[in-house]
Nanobody
Framework: QVQLVESGGGLMQAGGSLRLSCAASGRTFSLYAKAWFRQAPGKEREFVAGITWSGSSLYYADSVKGRFTISRDNAKNTVYLQMNSLKPEDTAVYYC?????????????????WGQGTQVTVSS
């Protein structure tokens, strides 16, 4: 069993920064690629960023490229999402996800494990 717990969400003004964390516990040895997704009210869940086990391969949605940075600390079983230059359209519930395959796919159904989500609200 694997548990993913996100933290770091909150309310921020446009232009500000937030850093999300996702800590994994349980059978963490089975986790390889990790990713962040988000879901805004009335919209479908969308891929935000992904990272492989070594951190050598990073993937970003076009909407966040250049503003968000995904990273991980395998010793702490934690993945991070640094969000800079936040925009009101970044408002969403952010979820971390993990899968026992070292490919950071953009498809949510490919991920086996999910966190409960953390709310990010960006005011204009």
């Amino acid at each position: 069993q694997v548990q993913l717990v996100e933290s770091g969400g909150g309310l921020m003004q446009a232009g500000g920064s937030l850093r999300l964390s996702c800590a994994a516990s349980g059978r963490t040895f089975s986790l390889y690629a990790k990713a962040w997704f988000r879901q805004a009210p009335g919209k479908e869940r969308e891929f935000v960023a992904g990272i492989t086990w070594s951190g050598s391969s990073l993937y970003y949605a076009d909407s966040v490229k250049g503003r968000f940075t995904i990273s991980r600390d395998n010793a702490k079983n934690t993945v991070y999402l640094q969000m800079n230059s936040l925009k009101p359209e970044d408002t969403a519930v952010y979820y971390c996800a993990a899968r026992p395959v070292d490919i950071a796919t953009i498809q949510g159904y490919e991920y086996r494990y999910w966190g409960q989500g953390t709310q990010v609200t960006v005011s204009s």
